[in-house]
């Protein structure tokens, strides 16, 4: 029973320490969120500035794995160049190590203090201040964890199983590396680990090489989470988190055999054993960075050999023959399949940000930035195309169709772009934040994203067949989404008359939502304006006329 109850502390405690570092992630970012990721983006023009940028995000952010995918991201983009990204994680590496050396410096009676403050911030209307107490709070929590595991690995000093365990250990030092690796791995921190690490060897039961061992094991298992992470993202991003670990792999192993002598070096130096864990973990980031370092050229030439570029689907137009420009009929048919598989593309986006809303799945959202690429370049493909085609000379008739394919292109490439930067961001928000909409307020979003959806396939058909009577109907359903999007405004802010949390914390979130589906649905609909004009029941103005009011 009371190995139980140890076990219990124990992995409480571990438990709290990654909670706190979860809410100093949470709150750093939401107070300091774009400028981190701009500062890394732009920070990284030399190898000091960009092993500087990765030090200074990794310990604003607690964990190198989010430097890490930020600038595989970044890389991914092309706004940073592979040997750079190496250099950033290079100093993510020793950000981390830092960030464990800070930790335990013997604060933890401060946690009180610091929860204390950080509550005091996180009730601010202010982002910022919120989003510093959220951080401040995360760190109170994580020096308070450090105490109650300092408390929960007391009785472990006295068991003869965990001593045997350790002797074993002792024994046989890749073990104990790999063993380490795991538990870093599965927390997803090498933090968390360290500080375990740190925990067991103030207790008095670890030998100082066998420290170092398992130190080395938590900096390997702290590389895993951000591979795993970028398999889903281009070659480009695969590059720069498996360089990472290479680098980490190579350093662990060379210094697995001299973890005897580095031990007792550290050692000798720090007079004692009880801050071995973190003295170790900063000297073999640092020495790691130093060596490194100059191979981060030939590091980045490596990975491009390991792993191949991304096979390149066909992005370009399909229909768009050059020579079929001496037959305008033709050409404009050509030209009218083409901007239909560019609904087709948007129609996508919409459906994979509509499942994202439902679901909280983040993963589908990262085909929205490529379909969006694929619908800005084949609509300036379109645009050229019929450019060419008017200076051959068309017919009147041929001439407007010609326009209204072009307008129609340029509609739905505004669609592509209030998705990407409108509707993404706002689903990713309440996806990552957790955030619930009211019973009725989801229901009257979802009502709005499927009528949307009908809305763009109704236009598809309209833009092919020309019917009057479609284009007529779709007229009248802007009219509806109007009157829809009204509703739905006034019945929110009547929800938050009568102070409903669920409403409250969702309330930018959710007109939002609503202004950006209606100006998609105007889009839409733009595609009937051309049949109605011609059929003389356009008007350009929806104002009343004095003799008729």
């Known amino acids: 029973m009371a190995s139980t109850i140890v076990m219990i502390n124990l992995f409480g405690a571990v438990a709290l320490l990654l909670f706190g570092l979860a809410q100093v992630k949470s709150g750093v970012t939401q107070a300091f969120g774009a400028r981190l990721r701009s500062g890394l983006a732009s920070g990284t023009r030399s190898s000091l500035r960009s092993f500087s940028s990765g030090f200074v995000a990794t310990v604003a952010l607690q964990s190198s794995?989010?430097?890490a995918l930020m600038v595989a991201s970044f890389v991914e983009r092309e706004l940073v160049q592979p040997r750079m990204a190496q250099l950033v994680l290079l100093g993510a590496n020793v950000g981390t190590a830092v960030t464990a050396w800070i930790v335990a410096a013997g604060v933890e009676w401060l946690s009180p203090l610091i929860i204390l403050i950080g509550l005091m911030l996180y009730r601010s209307s202010a982002t910022t201040r919120k989003g510093g107490g959220t951080a401040l709070i995360g760190i109170g929590l994580m020096l308070l964890s450090l105490h109650l595991l300092s408390i929960a690995t007391e009785p472990m000093?006295?068991?003869?199983?965990?001593?045997a365990f350790i002797g074993l250990l002792d024994?046989?030092?890749?073990?104990?590396?790999?063993?380490?690796a795991a538990i870093a791995f599965v927390s997803s921190s090498s933090l968390a680990a360290i500080v375990l690490i740190l925990s067991l060897a103030s207790a008095g039961i670890l030998q100082p090489g066998l420290i170092v061992a398992l130190v080395l094991g938590a900096n390997l298992g702290g590389a895993i989470p951000p591979v795993i992470a970028s398999m889903r993202g281009s070659a480009a991003a695969k590059r720069v988190t498996l360089g990472n670990l290479i680098v980490r792999t190579v350093g662990c192993l060379a210094v697995l055999p001299l973890a005897g002598v580095g031990a007792d070096l550290l050692t000798g130096l720090a007079s004692g054993t009880e801050k071995l864990p973190v003295d170790a973990h900063l000297a073999f980031n640092i020495v790691l960075a130093v060596v490194a370092w100059p191979f981060s050229k030939l590091l980045s030439r490596l990975m491009c050999h390991l792993v191949p570029d991304d096979a390149q689907e066909h992005s370009g137009p399909n229909y768009l023959d050059l020579q079929e420009l001496s037959a305008p009929t033709v050409a404009l048919a050509s030209a009218t399949r083409e901007v239909l598989g560019i609904g087709d593309l948007i129609e996508r986006m919409l459906m994979r940000v509509s499942d994202s809303f439902e679901r909280d799945n983040l993963a589908?959202?990262?085909?929205?930035?490529?379909?969006?690429?694929r619908v800005d370049r084949l609509q300036q493909e379109v645009k050229v195309y019929l450019s060419r085609l008017g200076r051959m000379g068309l017919s009147p008739q041929d001439s407007r169709r010609s326009i209204d394919i072009i307008d129609y292109a340029i509609n739905l490439e505004h669609i592509g772009d209030i998705i990407e930067k409108g509707l993404l961001a706002q689903v990713?928000?309440?996806a990552t934040?957790?955030?619930k909409f009211s019973e009725d307020g989801h229901r009257e979003l979802r009502t709005l994203f499927e009528l949307t959806l009908d809305n763009l396939r109704i236009a598809q058909t309209i833009f092919v067949t020309r019917d009057f009577r479609l284009a007529r109907q779709m007229m009248e359903v802007?009219?509806?989404v109007r009157r829809m999007e009204k509703a739905s405004s006034e019945r929110h802010i009547e929800r938050l008359r009568d102070g409903r949390t669920d409403s409250l914390q969702t309330s930018s979130l959710h007109l939002?939502?609503?202004?950006?589906?209606?100006?998609i649905n105007a889009h839409i609909v733009s595609v009937a304006h051309p049949i109605l004009d011609d059929s003389g029941l356009l008007i350009e103005s929806r104002l009343r006329s004095v003799a008729e009011s």
């Open 65 to 67: 794995t989010a430097t």
């Open 157 to 163: 000093r006295a068991s003869p199983a965990l001593a």
């Open 428 to 430: 990713t928000k309440k």
């Open 478 to 480: 802007k009219v509806e």
């Open 512 to 519: 939002d939502i609503l202004r950006d589906l209606k100006r």
């Open 364 to 373: 589908k959202l990262m085909d929205i930035p490529p379909l969006e690429a």
């Open 433 to 435: 934040l957790g955030l």
């Open 171 to 180: 024994n046989a030092w890749p073990v104990a590396m790999f063993f380490s």
